[in-house]
């Protein structure tokens, strides 16, 4: 039987009875999340697509785990699932998780040459490929899938989609930087080396005008929203409308695309090398 038929066979018993069968199970799935061999979400030739057992095998691991102390003397207190263990690392790994409270879930793959900057978390589920730098106070939600090279500075949220199990997770493709206190959810794809000035803002329900080219980018049924590779965003506004609006001189949040990376962004946003 495979691994995902007999995810889905567990998940469809009594809960108590999926764990003494299904402890096995969800050690192996975790492995191959922590090897790459499974993605919640892979790109193809038709653009990105979620891998729906994946998903269904991180909620098989919340539902048959039960809640122990794994406290490091008295001191660290760590309180959790005993299917989500912390994640595993050697110096083989060639991952640095700099010291300071960061905390990385079992089940998330981070390649190597990863710099993980205290305090930081990173999710089961999560991909973090090669070369990628999660600062202080980042965050890097379930099943989000972050690219090659993607810098994502202080206090960057990149949030998590694991409910429902067919929503496209947070995308963060190759080589884009996110800037301080920024926020991405709800499934937004952000292009390779597309740039989020600090401070910006984005859900499935945000409008994006490109000043550049003259468009204005949003999510549709069919696909999610998605910021054109190279672009730069700053947050911007726009007049709030109605008489109540002009009155108190109200605007709405809008993030605007000023220009496409040219060298000058190239400098100020690259990654540098010596920090490897």
């Not at 263990?85 to 990385?104: K, N």
């Not at 379930?142 to 429902?164: D, F, N």
Request: net charge negative.
């Amino acid at each position: 039987m495979s691994l995902e038929t007999e995810i889905e066979r567990l998940l469809a018993i009594p809960a108590e009875e999926a764990r003494q069968e299904g402890l096995d199970v969800v050690h192996e799935f975790r492995a191959g999340l922590n090897r790459g061999d499974f993605r919640a979400a892979e790109k193809t030739a038709d653009g990105w697509r979620t891998n729906l057992w994946v998903k269904r095998g991180i909620l098989l691991s919340f539902r048959i785990g039960l809640v122990k102390d794994r406290s490091i003397a008295g001191e660290f207190h760590f309180l959790d699932k005993d299917t989500l263990p912390a994640h595993p690392f050697s110096v083989a790994d060639g991952v640095r998780v700099v010291p300071g409270g960061s905390s990385i879930r079992d089940g998330a793959y981070i390649a190597r040459n990863v710099i993980c900057m205290p305090p930081m978390f990173i999710n089961i589920g999560a991909f973090v490929d090669e070369g990628s730098m999660i600062d202080s106070h980042a965050l890097v939600g379930s099943c989000a899938q972050i690219g090659k090279r993607v810098h994502l500075s202080a206090a960057a949220q990149i949030g998590g989609v694991l409910e429902p199990p067919g929503a496209l997770p947070v995308i963060v493709e190759d080589e884009a930087f996110v800037g301080g206190n920024c926020g991405v959810y709800e499934g937004v794809i952000v292009g390779t080396r597309a740039v989020l000035a600090p401070g910006v803002i984005l859900t499935g329900g945000t409008t994006v005008y490109d000043l550049v080219r003259g468009e204005v980018y949003r999510r549709t049924a069919q696909y999610p929203l998605l910021i054109p590779a190279g672009a730069v965003l700053v947050p911007g506004s726009r007049p709030a409308g109605g008489a109540f609006a002009e009155q108190h001189n109200l605007s709405l949040y809008a993030p605007v695309i000023v220009k496409y990376r040219d060298e000058k962004t190239d400098a100020s946003t690259m990654l540098e090398e010596a920090l490897r």
